[in-house]
C-alpha cells in the first residue's frame, strides 16, 4: 500500500486568523470605551448609537462571537487537518463558513447600535441573523464530519472529541434559546415569558461559556499544547474522565445564575449542585495539561508561548474554581449583579481565551509562512502587558464588587439602610472603574502590537497556501484488530461518538428545563396581574432597545437589604406575560422592579433628559433623541396579535382599538407633564418609556393592598 499525497487548507486557517486578529481590536476597543462610560458619561458623546446599553452587547458579541469564534475557526481548521491526515472536505464549504461567519458579525455591528435586540444576554441577534447562525453552524458541521470521514487516521484524537461536543451542543442550545415570534423583520418576542424565558435563557447562557468559551479551547489545547511543548499529553485516562464528566456536569450548571430569583427551588438546587461537581472535571482539564509540561520548565522559562499557554490556564483553574464558589447562595447573595461577576468572567476571557488565542497565533502563523516569528521581544512585551492588564483589571473589579456587595447590605445600629440611595454605592466604586478602563488599555496596547509583530511575520514570509502532505490510506475497518478498551472502540465511530455526547448533554436539559416548561402549576398565577397596555408595551420595547436591562435588574431578591430598599420580593406569578424576561445579571443602578408610582411623571422625564439632575453625580447618560423621535404605533397591531399568538389574554378584537387607547393613556400624560411646566408632545417616544416605567410592579402593589 502507498502513502497517498494530499494538502492541508492553510489559506482559511489564515483568513480566520487575520479575522481574530481585526475583531478583537474592535471587541476590545468597544470594551474599553464602554468601561469609560462607567465613570465618564460624556463618553457615551450624548448619541443613540453610541450609549453604554447599545455597545455593552456589541462588545460582549464581538469579543465572544467574533474574536473567539473566529479563534476557534482557525485552530480547528488547522489541527482537525493534521489530525485526521486529511484537507477539508470542501474548500466550497470552508470558504461559505469563513465569509458567512464574517457577515454574521457585520449584522451584529449595524442591528446592535441600532437597538435591534432580543436582550437575551450573549443571545441579543434578532430572528433573521439566528437563522444565518443556524445555516453557518450547519455548514461548519458537514465540513467538520464531512473530514472526519475522509479521515486517514483511525482514532479520533482527544482535541476532536471536544470539537464534535462543541458542534452538537451549540446546536442544541442555539435552537432551543431562538425560539421566537416575529413580529416585523427586525423585532419578535421571545416564545418563553418570565421564568420559563429566565430559566431558557440561563441555561444557555452557561452553557454558551461552557460550549463557546470551554471545550473547543480545551481542544485547541489538548492539540496545541504538546505540539509546543514537543511532549505527549500528560494522561489519557484522565482525557477521557475529563471530557465525559465535564460535558455532562456542565449542562447542569446553569441555574446558578438565578439563585434566589423566583425560579422553584428545586431548579436552583440541582444548579448549585452539579456547580459544585464541577470544580472536578474542570480542574482534571487544568491539571492534565500544566502537568503536560511536567520536566519541560526550563523551556517554558525561555519560550514566550508556552507563558501564555501556562497562564491562560492557570486563568482557567481560577475561573473554574470561582464559577462553584459563586453559586454557594452566602457568596452569591453577596456577589450576584456586583462587579465581582465582571471581574470572574474577565479572569477567563482575559486569561483563558485572550492568552490561549495569542499562543496559537503566535505558534500558527510563522508556520504557515514558513519563516521565524518577527519579534520575540515584542511578543515578551505583549506577555507582560497582557498579565498586568489582566491584574490591573480583574483586582479592582473584585475590590468594587465586595465593597458594592457588602455596603447595599449593610445596616445601622438603629435597623435602618446605612446606604439607602444606590448611587452612594456607584459613586465609592468610580476608583476602581477608573483602574479596570487602566487594565483594558494595557491588555489593548498587547494584541496591538502582536497585530503588528504578525504582520511584520508575515510579510518576512510567504504562505503556504496549499500544504503538501502523505499519509497512508486508512485501512478498511474489518482488518483491524479488535481492541478491547470501549472507548478505543468508541474512537474509532464519529457517529456513535456524536450521538452519545448529544445523549449525555441532553440528560440534564431535559429533566431542568422541562418541568418548567411544560407544567404550568409550576408558575402560579396572581390575579392583579394584568397584561400591559399598547402604550406600556411600547415603552417596554423602547426600554429594550435602550438596552436598560444592561444596568437595571427587575428581580427583588428576598433579603431584608432589597426588600427596605425596593420593595416586596418577586414572585414568578408577576411575569407571566414578559416576553422576553427582563431580570438583568448586572446592576449598575438600582433595580427598578418596583418603580412605578415611586416618583411622578416630571420626575422620570427630568431623569431621562438630565439623569444628573435628578441624581447628583450619575453615572447614566441622557436620552434626549426620546423628547424628538416620535413613537412608531404602526406596529401596535402586530405587537398585540404577536403577544395574543403567545397566550397573553388580550381580547379578541382588541388590536383595532389599541392605538385609541395608546393615544388616551399617553395625552393623560402628556396633561400631566403639562402641570409641572414640561410641555411635551403625546405621541413622542419619552411618553412610551415613562408609561412603562409607572407601570413596573403596580400590580403587585395592588394585590398586597387588595389583600
Known amino acids: 500500500m502507498q502513502p497517498e499525497k494530499f494538502y492541508y487548507d492553510n489559506k482559511t486557517v489564515r483568513n480566520f486568523g487575520i479575522a481574530t486578529v481585526v475583531w478583537g481590536i474592535i471587541g476590545m476597543t468597544v470594551g474599553l470605551i464602554a468601561a469609560i462610560q462607567l465613570f465618564k458619561p460624556g463618553m457615551n458623546m450624548g448619541n443613540q448609537y453610541t450609549t453604554f446599553g447599545r455597545i455593552r452587547p456589541l462588545h460582549t458579541n464581538a469579543v465572544i462571537f467574533a474574536f473567539v469564534g473566529n479563534a476557534i475557526f482557525m485552530g480547528v481548521y488547522y489541527s482537525l487537518q493534521r489530525l485526521l491526515k486529511a484537507r477539508m ?77 462543541t458542534f452538537v451542543t451549540i446546536a442544541v442550545l442555539h435552537i432551543v434559546n431562538s425560539f421566537e415570534l416575529p413580529v416585523s423583520l427586525f423585532k419578535s418576542y421571545m416564545v418563553y415569558a418570565g421564568v420559563q424565558d429566565a430559566l431558557v435563557q440561563w441555561w444557555y447562557g452557561h452553557n454558551a461559556v461552557a460550549f463557546f468559551l470551554t471545550t473547543p479551547y480545551l481542544g485547541m489545547m489538548y492539540y496545541f499544547l504538546p505540539k509546543m511543548a514537543n511532549r505527549p499529553i500528560y494522561s489519557y485516562k484522565l482525557s477521557i474522565l475529563h471530557f465525559w464528566s465535564l460535558i455532562f456536569i456542565y449542562i447542569w450548571a446553569g441555574p446558578h445564575h438565578l439563585l434566589y430569583t423566583p ?126 492588564g489582566i491584574l490591573f483589571y480583574a483586582v479592582p473589579m473584585y475590590w468594587a464588587g465586595f465593597t458594592q456587595g457588602l455596603m447595599l447590605k449593610e445596616f445601622t445600629a438603629e435597623g435602618m439602610l446605612k446606604y439607602p440611595n444606590f448611587l452612594e454605592t456607584t459613586l465609592r466604586i468610580i476608583p476602581m472603574h477608573v483602574m479596570r478602563s487602566i487594565g483594558g488599555a494595557l491588555y489593548l496596547s498587547g494584541v496591538i502590537v502582536m497585530a503588528y509583530n504578525l504582520l511584520r511575520t508575515a510579510k518576512q514570509g510567504s504562505l503556504v497556501a496549499n500544504e503538501a502532505a502523505q499519509a497512508m490510506p486508512l485501512e478498511p475497518a474489518h482488518t483491524i484488530a479488535k481492541e478491547g478498551a470501549w472507548h478505543r472502540r468508541l474512537e474509532r465511530r464519529p457517529i456513535q461518538f456524536m450521538v452519545l455526547a448529544l445523549v449525555v448533554i441532553l440528560v440534564g436539559s431535559v429533566i431542568e428545563l422541562m418541568p418548567t416548561l411544560t407544567i404550568s402549576s409550576n408558575i402560579p398565577t396572581i390575579a392583579s396581574v394584568k397584561p400591559y397596555s399598547p402604550l406600556e408595551l411600547q415603552g417596554r420595547d423602547l426600554y429594550i432597545r435602550e438596552g436598560c436591562v444592561n444596568c437595571h435588574s427587575q428581580t427583588v431578591r428576598p433579603f431584608r437589604s432589597e426588600t427596605e430598599r425596593y420593595g416586596e420580593y418577586s414572585k414568578a406569578g408577576e411575569f407571566v406575560y414578559d416576553h422576553p424576561f427582563l431580570w438583568g445579571s448586572k446592576r449598575t443602578g438600582p433595580d427598578l422592579a418596583r418603580e412605578g408610582g415611586k416618583y411622578g411623571n416630571a420626575w422620570h422625564y427630568n431623569h431621562l433628559m438630565d439623569p444628573r439632575l435628578m441624581s447628583p453625580g450619575s453615572i447614566m ?40 387607547e395608546l393615544n388616551k393613556q399617553a395625552q393623560g400624560i402628556a396633561d400631566d407633564l403639562a402641570t409641572n411646566h414640561i410641555k411635551v408632545k403625546s405621541d413622542k417616544e419619552i411618553i412610551a418609556i415613562i408609561a412603562y416605567l409607572q407601570r413596573m410592579g403596580i400590580d403587585i402593589k395592588a394585590n398586597k393592598t387588595a389583600n
Request: glycine share 8%; aromatic share 16%; charged share 15%.
Open 621 to 660: 447618560p441622557e436620552y434626549g433623541w426620546l423628547l424628538n423621535q416620535t413613537l412608531d404605533t404602526t406596529t401596535t397591531i402586530a405587537k398585540i396579535n404577536a403577544m395574543r399568538t403567545l397566550g397573553v389574554p388580550y381580547a379578541a378584537g382588541y388590536e383595532k382599538i389599541a392605538n385609541k
Open 263 to 388: 425560579l422553584p427551588g428545586w431548579a436552583q438546587s440541582l444548579g448549585v449542585a452539579f456547580s459544585i461537581m464541577l470544580i472536578a472535571p474542570s480542574w482534571g482539564g487544568m491539571i492534565n495539561g500544566l502537568l503536560t509540561l511536567r520536566g519541560a520548565w526550563d523551556k517554558v522559562r525561555e519560550d514566550v508561548i508556552l507563558k501564555f499557554m501556562v497562564v491562560g490556564l492557570t486563568a482557567y483553574g481560577m475561573a473554574t474554581f470561582e464559577g462553584p464558589l459563586l453559586s454557594l447562595k452566602q457568596i452569591n447573595g453577596i456577589a450576584h449583579f456586583s462587579d465581582w461577576i465582571v471581574a470572574h468572567v474577565h479572569v477567563g476571557a482575559l486569561g483563558w481565551n485572550g492568552f490561549l488565542t495569542f499562543a496559537i497565533l503566535y505558534w500558527l502563523i510563522p508556520r504557515i509562512y514558513k519563516t521565524e516569528l518577527y519579534s520575540k521581544k515584542m511578543a515578551s512585551f505583549h506577555f507582560w502587558v497582557g498579565t498586568l
Open 89 to 165: 472536505f470542501s474548500d466550497a464549504l470552508s470558504k461559505i463558513h469563513f465569509w458567512g461567519w464574517q457577515l454574521i458579525i457585520v449584522s451584529a455591528v449595524i442591528t446592535l447600535p441600532l437597538g435591534l435586540t432580543t436582550s437575551h444576554e450573549y443571545a441579543e441577534l434578532e430572528w433573521p441573523i439566528d437563522i444565518a447562525i443556524t445555516i453557518i453552524w450547519v455548514v461548519f458541521g458537514i465540513n467538520m464530519f464531512g473530514t472526519i470521514f475522509k479521515r486517514r487516521e483511525r482514532h479520533l484524537y482527544v482535541a476532536i472529541w471536544f470539537y464534535i461536543a
